[in-house]
C-alpha cells in the first residue's frame, strides 16, 4: 500500500525532497483538489513514470478574475486524501503567503494570440495566474515531468509555451479527459452542480461530438458554430463561446483542412464548464 505524506510549506517539502537525493524522477501533478478520477489518473501515470510523485493541492487566487467564482469554488482537502489512499505520493497543501511570499516576484510571460482568445479572453488575467503558480511550483518541486489533463486544453498548451519560452527542463505530459457516463467531462466544478443540471450538462458534449461527425462530412465551420448555437438555444445552458481552432497556435480556423480542436464554455446552472474535442 501507498503512503500519503502531507507539506504545508515549501520549506519543508524541499527540505524532504533534497533528503531522498537527487537521482530520482520527480512527476508533479498541480491540481486546485476537490479532485475526481480524472485527477487520480494523472496521478496513477505520475507513478507509472516517475520516482517520486508530488500532488499539489492549491486554489490558486491568481487565476481568478471572478471574485465570487474563487469564493465558491470547491474545497474538499479531507475528501482529497482519502481519493489519494493507497497512492505513493507526496502532498503538498500550501497557504496562499507560502507560495507568493515576500521572495516572490512575478514573471511577465507575453503569450501572444494564446492569451487572448477564448479562455484569455473571457477571463481576463486568468493565464498570468496560471503561467505563475506553474512557475512557483516548478520552482519549489523541481520535477522532471509535468501531468495535466486534456479538459483544460488551452491552459495545456499555455503551460507548453511557458516551459518552451523560459526553456525549462520540464517535460509536459498531456493526459486524455476523463468524462461522466454521459460524455460531460470530469471536473472539480462538477461538485456545484445538481444532478439534473449534470445531465443536461451532457449538451456539451453532445454539441463537441456533433462537431466532429459535421466535420468528418465535410460541413463548413461556419454552419457547425450556428448548428451548435441552436443546441444551445434549446436548452438550459448559456453558451459563452465554441470555436474550432488551430490546436497548436489556437487561432481561429476559417475552413477545415488540417488539424483542428472544437473549444466550448458554457453555464449551467451559473456554474462554468469548459470542454474540446479533436474533430481533425
Do not use: W
Request: glycine share 6%; charged share 25%.
Amino acid at each position: 500500500m501507498g503512503e500519503i505524506r502531507t507539506f504545508s510549506t515549501r520549506r519543508s517539502l524541499t527540505q524532504f525532497l533534497n533528503d531522498l537525493g537527487q537521482d530520482n524522477c520527480v512527476g508533479v501533478v498541480p491540481t486546485m483538489g476537490a479532485l475526481h478520477p480524472g485527477h487520480i489518473s494523472l496521478v496513477k501515470r505520475a507513478e507509472e513514470d516517475c520516482d517520486i510523485v508530488v500532488v499539489s493541492i492549491f486554489v490558486n487566487p491568481k487565476q481568478f478574475n471572478n471574485p465570487t467564482d474563487l469564493e465558491r469554488y470547491p474545497r474538499t482537502l479531507e475528501a482529497d486524501l482519502n481519493m489519494l489512499e493507497g497512492r505513493n505520493v507526496i502532498v503538498y497543501n500550501p497557504s496562499v503567503d507560502d507560495v507568493y511570499g515576500p521572495d516572490h516576484v512575478d514573471i511577465d510571460l507575453d503569450l501572444g494570440l494564446m492569451g487572448d482568445v477564448m479562455e484569455g479572453k473571457f477571463r481576463p488575467g486568468h493565464f498570468d495566474g496560471v503561467v505563475n503558480v506553474i512557475y512557483r511550483l516548478f520552482e519549489i518541486v523541481k520535477p522532471q515531468k509535468a501531468y495535466f489533463g486534456l479538459k483544460d486544453f488551452q491552459q495545456v498548451a499555455v503551460v507548453q509555451f511557458l516551459t518552451d519560452t523560459m526553456n525549462l527542463p520540464v517535460e509536459i505530459v498531456a493526459c486524455p479527459t476523463h468524462r461522466e457516463s454521459n460524455g460531460l467531462a470530469m471536473s472539480s466544478r462538477n461538485k456545484l452542480l445538481s444532478e439534473r443540471g449534470k445531465n443536461e450538462a451532457a449538451v456539451i458534449y453532445k454539441a463537441l461530438t456533433f462537431a466532429k461527425e459535421s466535420a468528418v462530412n465535410g460541413i463548413s465551420i461556419n454552419t457547425i458554430k450556428a448548428d451548435v448555437k441552436r443546441m444551445f438555444d434549446g436548452s438550459s445552458l448559456t453558451l459563452e463561446y465554441f470555436d474550432i481552432v488551430d490546436p497548436r497556435s489556437l487561432e481561429t480556423l476559417g475552413e477545415l483542412s488540417g488539424k483542428a480542436q472544437a473549444c466550448i464554455a458554457a453555464f449551467c446552472e451559473d456554474v462554468r464548464l469548459i470542454d474540446n474535442l479533436e474533430i481533425q
